[in-house]
């Protein structure tokens, strides 16, 4: 009899987390399309420019251009980017500077993916030939020419991996934006499991929906670096 | 005169690498330069293609244009300076990323801004002039060094300079295929391109030059015809060059 009770009670139970599990698909992936997606992506791309224009700063001549780009990049290095998004969200509104939380946390990723990007850049910008610049300057190139035409162009093939990583590490990092009210796929799951108690089922429903995503960006990933490989030898 | 250089001179921190030299380059002339490792060979050629910068020295050209490096000199003239001239590298430096043909294309192309479809004729007459139509669509690393460094050649020819300097072009190369590049370069001698070629191929400097010049230790040691410097040269230091790069023991 008490085994009996016990079965049905499980399969009822199984039941019910299967349901559970499949009611909260729809919001924790509409969490993710309205707000984890287009957060990596905005963020990413912004911080790819700002990455762009403080490798090349950090690559100047100049110690006075250098500086504020080291200072930077060390500063963002330096500290949890949690303490970042609190300064940004929590910490300004007392300077009188009140920030949305989606914004909030787009100025913080992009911040974050500026300074790592960037190192990421410079590093594959050195890696070139100064063979590969001469060669450019002997058909008449200017240095700006030459580094979008020639160098860039190579840099980006080797960057590939490593930026990918950032971007991989980015996605996951979004869920850090829960923190601050981002109605994002995490801060779903939270609200969710906050009602219901299944925090095991719920928490690791998330963790799926993030693997999925991150395994096709791997796939993405594998592609650009086969497009970007056409012209080395194998 | 094409292009005389006076009192040039250049150091890297305290080696002094060349000391006072004075060049003239006749137009249409082909001039080889001989010497040591180390002599200075190479940094001549970079300073007059302005990858180096002289310390000292003035550049005057057949058509006016002239640069006293004493002065300040500005990013628009060492520009000019560049364009003057088509660098040969002995290490190809082919852009790994792009095709033979986009490789020649890219100068015409991006830095003239000349027409696409004149462009894509001149490449391909290029290609055709070094032998390599058929590979024009291939990538740097699917050729061998012979065929990389003549889509080299095609590649400084297609900003159609007045003045080609070759450094050592088939050196990093198999002895095997010195001989392709070697025709390549003899072709261009005699369609009378102005050429500064330095080079340890004593005996197809000897057959293509107007003139020779051989340097050791930053200095200009002598020069002259292939046959006075190379077959009955005057000075002890270049007697003793060309004994060991001709009798190697
Ligand atoms: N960028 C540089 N920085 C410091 N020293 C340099 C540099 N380039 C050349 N040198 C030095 O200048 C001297 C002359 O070098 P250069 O390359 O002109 O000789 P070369 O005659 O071309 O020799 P090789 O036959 O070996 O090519 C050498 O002592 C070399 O070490
Ligand atoms: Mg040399």
Known sequence: MFHLNNMLYTISANMEGWELFVNSLLPMISGAIKYTI??????????????LLTAMMRLSKSALIQAPAVIYVSAIRGTPLLVQLFIIFYGLPSLGL????????????????????????????????????????????????????IILPQAARVSVPPLSNSFISLVKDTSLASLILVAELFRKAQEIAARTYDFLLLYIEAALIYWVICFILSLAQTALEKRFDRYVAK | MFLSINGLAKSFGTNEVLKNIDVEVEKGEVLSIIGPSGSGKTTLLRCINALEHPDKGIFTFQDGFNLNFDNKISKQEILRLRRKSGMVFQSYNLFPHKTAFENVIEGPLIVQKRKKAEVKQLAENLLEKVGLKDKMNLYPYQLSGGQQQRVGIARALAMEPELMLFDEPTSALDPELIGEVLTVIRDL???????????????????????????DGGYIVEQGSPEEVLKSPKEKRTQQFLQRILNPS
């Open chain 2, 189 to 215: 001698a005699k369609e009378d391109w102005t050429m500064v070629f330095v080079t340890h191929e004593i005996q197809f400097a000897g057959e293509v030059s107007d003139k020779v010049l051989f340097m």
């Open chain 1, 38 to 51: 287009p957060l990596t992506l905005i963020s990413f791309v912004l911080g790819l420019l700002v990455a």
């Open chain 1, 98 to 149: 009140t920030i949305d939380p989606f914004p909030s946390a787009i100025i913080a990723f992009t911040l974050n993916v500026g300074a790592y990007a960037s190192e990421i850049i410079r590093a594959s910008i050195l890696s070139i030939s100064k063979g590969q610049w001469e060669a450019a300057f002997t058909i008449g190139m200017t240095k700006t020419t030459a580094l979008k035409r």
